[in-house]
């Protein structure tokens, strides 16, 4: 079956953090450029960040620059992001996604996780 | 970074009924464009990309269609079932990858 399964979530207070992770199967998860994308609540849609299918390169939004990092294990099948220094405004599901089409800069998303929510408060 | 803007917010519709969604972007997209469903408390679903290719198992009452800067989302006969928030998301100038805001589409 081919899914993502992301875990990791929690309450934080501001400055801590948290280390999400994305457990991809049923495909060929080092084919793939993966993304996380968050949703605040009631909210939409926020890309994150993004990670080349070998870990070669690494993306972020400006709001995330120097706190979160983005790896992954292709052994594990496991994709992560460090949250560092979490601030209030980073409280959002966070859902691991997969382009549609392997291997070519086209990332539109067709495969979900289900997400895991993340409440930054004191 | 290339802001989406979708309009209206909210819409109205009656079962039946034609639904058009509209997505402009602050710059020339070409056409990577998509566009995503999401029911309450469900994950977003790919409807189109490549600003008109439906996506796998998606009805054809759904279509998809412009170029640059301009985007329509159009629903022919809505369902039951297609009553969601539409995002639309550009994927031609990134990072940062950005969606817009979305249009809630509800029961008239």
């Known amino acids: 079956q081919v899914q993502l399964v992301e875990s990791g979530g929690g309450v934080v207070q501001p400055g801590e953090s948290l280390r999400l992770s994305c457990e991809a199967s049923?495909?060929?998860?080092?084919?793939?450029?993966m993304h996380w994308v968050r949703q605040a609540p009631g909210k939409g849609l926020e890309w994150v960040a993004l990670i080349y299918y070998d870990g070669s390169n690494q993306f972020f939004i400006d709001s995330v620059k120097g706190r979160f990092t983005v790896s992954r294990d292709n052994s594990k099948n496991t994709l992560y992001l460090q949250m560092n220094s979490l601030r209030a405004e980073d409280t959002a599901v966070y859902y691991c996604?997969?382009?549609?089409?392997?291997?070519?800069?086209?990332?539109?998303?067709?495969?979900w996780g289900r997400g895991t929510p993340v409440t930054v408060s004191s | 970074e290339v802001v989406m803007t979708q309009s209206p917010a909210t819409l109205s519709v009656s079962p039946g009924e034609r639904a058009t969604l509209s997505c402009r972007a602050s710059q020339n997209v070409n056409i990577n464009l998509a566009w995503y469903q999401q029911k309450p408390g469900q994950i977003p679903r790919l409807l189109i990309y490549?600003?008109?290719t439906r996506a796998t198992g998606v009805p054809d009452r759904f279509s998809g269609s412009g170029s640059g800067t301009v985007f329509t989302l159009t629903i022919s006969s809505l369902q039951s079932e297609d009553f969601a928030v539409y995002y639309c998301?550009?994927?031609?100038?990134?990072?940062?990858?950005?969606f817009g805001g979305g249009t809630k589409v509800e029961i008239k």
């Open positions: 049923g495909f060929t998860f080092s084919n793939y450029g």
């Open positions: 996604a997969r382009p549609m089409i392997r291997g070519v800069l086209n990332w539109y998303f067709g495969l």
């Open positions: 998301q550009q994927y031609d100038n990134w990072p940062p990858l950005t």
């Open positions: 490549g600003a008109s």
